[in-house]
């Protein structure tokens, strides 16, 4: 009988955790009359004007490879695109189409990360790229983002980061962040920067959220502060803006004159992400800011629901959510939050992701996404009721 040594996998992947979201979620497969609320989706379907031109370029043919770096017709518009979100130039030859954010996160890795690299990660956060860099061999180092009880929001522990950058190769942050909500001030970001530029050491900045915002049409970027040949490789992805989640495609952001490295891990992965994929890119970007408008205000109603919900309930601790359509919450008696996810799933019937799947201290902390019908959120929240009162 053969065993799990003949086949001579790599140690490191038999040992990467499932995730605990995955768990919950599988338990109750097939399952009618679930709410789901665990995964981080919009119940938006595609705008049919992106997927109308997704079956033009059928049409007309483009069912053939691309480009390494995609397709010329992406890559200026994205690169359009993010020079005027940005204000200021962002070349085309910084720009590489990828297959969703998480290829992008995954070449970011093999491009950077020797075995034993020590990365530094804010989280909580989703947990994909610790991951990665565990795939390539390297160490996480996790910095958690401090909740502070006096204001009840997010802070960012800098006085940690200082203490572990200069034995780091990159520095990981995801802001607007999955799961907390949280958005990077535009002084952090300076000070992060200027600390890495003196350290060399990387910025990986996964910015998936920037346009899921509520006070303004656009999150700080780094991209607002750096210069073209900055240690920054900035990920971001159609899935949230643009309600792309299955299509997988996005694109990176990174320094001037490396295009051909990561054209070359590019076609290594993928060869090219999926070509009538991207024709539809272009008319997602171009057509798309009066769909992101009424989606953010969407999102707005059922943010405001979920707040009053979770505020009203006696076991809950919710720091305030700045953009996202996230909601990060920690349950006062609890100390199992995968535990309580399942028993919550059984005993109600929706779904929520335990805060252990974002990085070490989760374990009384849950996440919801709400972004849900209000209808949909009332309903789950009437549910849960019982257990959060």
């Known amino acids: 009988m053969i065993n799990n040594n003949d086949f001579r996998i790599r140690e490191i992947i038999y040992s990467l955790k499932s995730s605990p979201i995955r768990n919950v979620a599988n338990s109750v497969i097939g399952k009618k009359d679930i709410i789901p609320l665990y995964f981080g989706e919009t119940d938006i379907t595609t705008p049919s004007f992106i997927s109308e031109a997704m079956k033009t370029a059928l049409d007309k043919g483009h069912t053939f490879y691309s480009a390494n770096q995609g397709v010329s017709e992406l890559i200026e518009t994205i690169s359009s695109y993010s020079s005027e979100l940005h204000k200021k ?33 804010v989280t909580p956060v989703w947990p994909n790229f610790m991951r990665c860099i565990e795939i390539m061999g390297g160490n996480i180092i996790e910095i958690p983002l401090t909740h502070s009880e006096k204001n009840n929001n997010w802070e960012l522990n800098l006085e940690e980061i200082k203490k ?29 920067l200027e600390l890495c530029r003196k350290e060399k050491v990387w910025v990986i900045s996964d910015e998936v959220y920037e346009r899921i915002i509520y006070d303004r049409k656009v999150a700080p970027s780094f991209l607002d502060i750096s210069k073209e040949d900055d240690l920054l490789i900035v990920v971001n992805s159609f899935s949230k803006s643009w309600a792309m989640t299955g299509w997988r495609l996005g694109w990176m952001t990174i320094p001037n004159g490396l295009i051909n490295i990561f054209e070359k891990l590019n076609e290594f992965n993928v060869a090219s992400p999926s070509s009538p994929a991207q024709h539809a890119g272009v008319i997602a970007i171009k057509e798309g800011e009066k769909f992101i408008k009424k989606m953010i205000n969407d999102l707005k109603i059922s943010r405001s629901v979920t707040i009053k919900h979770l505020n009203n309930f006696s ?5 305030n959510s700045e953009a996202a359509f996230y909601a990060y919450f920690k349950i006062k008696d609890i100390s199992d939050s995968e535990k309580f ?15 252990t799947s974002f990085g070490n201290g989760g374990e009384r902390w849950i996440r919801i996404c709400y972004a849900k019908s209000p209808n949909l959120l009332n309903k789950a929240f009437e549910k849960l009721k019982p257990v959060l009162s």
Do not use: H
Request: hydrophobic content about 40%; overall charge positive.
């Open 89 to 121: 130039n962002i070349s085309t030859s910084r720009i590489m189409v990828t297959s969703a954010g998480m290829n992008a996160l995954m070449i970011t890795s093999e491009a950077l990360i020797n075995p034993n690299d020590k990365v530094i990660c």
């Open 164 to 192: 572990n950058i200069k034995n780091a190769k990159a520095i990981y942050i995801n802001t607007p962040n999955n799961p907390t909500g949280w958005v990077m001030s535009r002084n952090e970001q300076i000070e992060i």
């Open 315 to 319: 076991r809950v601790i919710f720091p």
């Open 341 to 355: 996810c399942f028993d919550t799933l059984q005993s109600t019937g929706v779904g929520l992701a335990p805060g």
